[in-house]
């Protein structure tokens, strides 16, 4: 069973906090994505990675960092936090390959920037 | 520019009564497309998926169509159950390529006792 998770679900923090957001997932899934979720947008991509230290940018990368040091992990950054970036944050994983497109999703983090 | 579209942010249904829930796509390299399910407090979970070889595909009570040549695909919920109730996110992809899927806005179901 595939299991993706996030290291807190609801967070709290001052805005110009450096915020760290984790992911780990247990599949051995090479590729590795960060997607906030608001009202009325949907799921916007952030970043994602499809190898250890690799990153791509998404649709939505300002504001935002991550690292992928692991194959399991990946982390997205917030460098200075602001209440912009109060939202629903999702950590995804998949695995490359003909008719696999499936992303598993982790339980998300609700953060919430003051 | 929205390549998949899911024009209904919201759609209530009776209990017992067919949910069929709306998803457009402008980009005609994507062939594999999936509905997600998502819960508030929690993450989408996958649904169903269809290939653009097939025009149906059926899991129970859910089912989705194709129509290639309309670029739309739907997906029924027959019977509709309160359980059902959530957000579905309509998500497409084009399998050369190692890309991410790009997801629909999502569509608000209440399912109502």
């Known amino acids: 069973d595939v299991k993706v998770t996030q290291s807190s679900r609801y967070l709290v923090k001052r805005t110009g906090e450096k915020v760290f957001l984790e992911c780990v997932q247990d599949?051995?899934?090479?590729?590795m994505f960060w997607y906030r979720q608001d009202p009325g947008l949907g799921l916007r991509l952030i970043y994602f990675?499809?190898?250890?230290?690799?990153?791509e940018k998404g649709d939505i990368p300002e504001g935002y960092s991550v690292s992928r040091e692991k194959k399991e992990r990946f982390s997205l950054i917030l460098e200075s936090a602001s209440t912009n970036q109060t939202s629903m944050y999702l950590c995804?994983?998949?695995?490359?390959?003909?008719?696999?497109?499936?992303?598993?999703f982790g339980p998300g983090t609700r953060l919430t920037v003051t | 520019d929205q390549q998949v579209k899911q024009n209904s942010p919201s759609l209530s249904v009776q209990e017992g009564r067919i949910s069929i829930l709306n998803c457009d796509y402008t980009?005609?390299?994507?062939?594999?497309f999936l509905w997600y399910k998502k819960y508030p407090a929690e993450g989408p979970t996958f649904l169903i998926s269809?290939?653009?070889?097939?025009d149906k595909n059926e899991d129970g009570r859910f089912t989705v169509f194709l129509n290639k040549s309309a670029k739309h695909l739907s997906l029924h919920i027959v019977p509709s159950q309160p359980g059902d109730s959530a957000v579905y996110f309509c998500?497409?992809?084009?399998?050369?390529?190692?890309?991410?899927?790009?997801f629909g806005k999502g569509t608000r179901l209440s399912v109502i006792a």
């Open positions: 980009n005609s390299m994507f062939d594999y």
């Open positions: 995804a994983s998949s695995t490359p390959g003909t008719g696999v497109h499936e992303q598993y």
């Open positions: 990675s499809y190898d250890v230290k690799m990153k």
């Open positions: 599949m051995d899934h090479e590729n």
């Open positions: 269809i290939s653009s070889i097939k």
């Open positions: 998500a497409a992809s084009a399998r050369k390529g190692n890309t991410p899927l790009v």
